[in-house]
């Protein structure tokens, strides 16, 4: 038996593959994703709705409007999935859907539809950690060949709501090693782009700009720098860009700062970023022994981070996995593949709908469950 990071037991007889499909659903923040597994680490079919455009303007997530778009996209998204894995209500084993930590309003919206859905059709339902998603993605079959990550290993989850390291003996034993004091890393690359100019959301807006700037032309202080510990801290970072600017002759209106200079900015940011994630990371190597780690939520796009984390990990000699891009940011197959076994559990013990409550939670510390 294991118990699993997205909480509840399973008996791990769950196959990798083959097996009977399963619905899982993702609504936390801005994105609306259904997708259909086939087994724990085989996606039948991933759609996702971005509610990028709606939010942009606002320069962040507006949590009402973000639950009114779920409540618009929801079943055509799912409708979609099904329609393109080629299965039907009949076919399905059951749901699996995010359950927490994230926006109440957008999680209700997910967890209503998926209990609605699994009421009329006698399926299980049962909630996923979303974080445990993240956690889970590298585990996904995304080419033939593809060699899984191994346990016991070390887990940087590093998205715009969440930024902590973990440690794994296994599926189950998960501990907390250290997480963010203050901002989390998307948050302070979608800070520094807002006061950049470069909108909403940053993390792949100063990527791009980043490619093509000199990190050494301005000078911005390192994270918690000789501080013990594996804990992480961006906020710093984050006021040591806004006082840079604020010196500099753009200080009335940094959208005026000439490209060169703005991409030069960026440049440094990005590479204190990249600098204090690997460096935190490499502690936690040191502290555990392992020798895998897995870098997985929307952070883990970022090319130079991609970039200096293999060039570690050949250097110190430690499995690096990183999931693709499309499956680093919120998606359903990462809920679908925490949570593929304890739904084929519940389908084997021939259990229908529970009509147990199946409540969402804001706050919800992983190593909790
Ligand atoms: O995992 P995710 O889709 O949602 C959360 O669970 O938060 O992560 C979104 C975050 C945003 O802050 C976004 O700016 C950041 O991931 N992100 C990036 C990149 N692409 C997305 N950060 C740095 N570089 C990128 N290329
Ligand atoms: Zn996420």
């Avoid at 994703?33 to 509610?51: E, K, N």
């Avoid at 690096?320 to 679908?336: K, W």
Wanted: with cysteine; hydrophobic share 45%; proline share 7%.
């Amino acid at each position: 038996m294991v118990i699993l990071p997205s909480g509840g037991v399973a008996t791990g007889d769950a196959p990798a593959a083959n097996g009977p499909p399963v619905l899982a659903i993702e609504s936390s923040c801005d994105e609306t994703s259904a997708a259909v597994l086939t087994g724990t680490r085989t996606v039948a079919s991933v759609v996702v709705s971005s509610q990028v455009a709606l939010h942009a303007r606002f320069g962040g997530v507006v949590p009402e409007l973000a639950s009114r778009a779920h409540v618009m996209s929801i079943t055509p998204v799912a409708r979609q999935a099904m329609a393109e894995a080629g299965v039907g209500w009949s076919d399905l084993a059951g749901l699996a859907v995010t359950r927490g930590p994230g926006l109440v309003g957008s999680l209700l919206v997910g967890v209503s539809w998926a209990r609605g859905a699994g009421m009329a059709r006698n399926l299980p339902v049962i909630g996923v950690h979303h974080l445990a998603g993240h956690w889970r993605a590298p585990w996904l079959e995304v080419a033939s060949g593809f060699d899984p990550p191994a346990w016991p290993c070390v887990a940087l989850l590093v998205s715009g709501g969440h930024s902590a390291l973990y440690h794994a003996e296994g599926p189950g034993a998960v501990r907390l090693l250290g997480r963010t004091l203050d901002d989390a890393a998307g948050e302070a690359w979608d800070k520094v782009s807002r006061l950049l100019g470069l909108g909403y959301p940053g993390g792949a807006a100063i990527d791009a700009l980043a490619a093509g700037g000199q990190p050494g032309r301005w000078s911005l202080p390192t994270p918690l720098q000789g501080r013990p510990g594996m804990d992480l801290s961006f906020s710093g970072v984050k006021t040591a860009v806004l006082h840079a600017v604020a010196r500099s002759p753009w200080r009335e209106d940094p959208a005026s700062m000439p490209p060169s200079e703005r991409a030069d900015l960026a440049a440094a940011f990005q590479a204190v970023m990249v600098g204090s994630l690997v460096e935190r990371l490499d502690r936690a190597v040191a502290a555990t022994g392992v020798g895998c780690v897995i870098v997985s939520g929307g952070v883990a796009c970022n090319r130079a981070l991609r970039s200096r984390l293999r060039a570690w990990g050949d250097a110190r000699g430690v499995a690096v996995s990183i999931p693709p891009a499309s499956l680093c940011t919120d998606n359903a197959a990462m809920i679908g593949a925490a949570g593929y076994a304890r739904v084929f559990d519940a389908w084997r013990a021939g259990r229908g709908y529970s009509p147990e409550p199946l409540d969402v939670l804001a706050h919800w510390p992983l190593e909790e469950v």
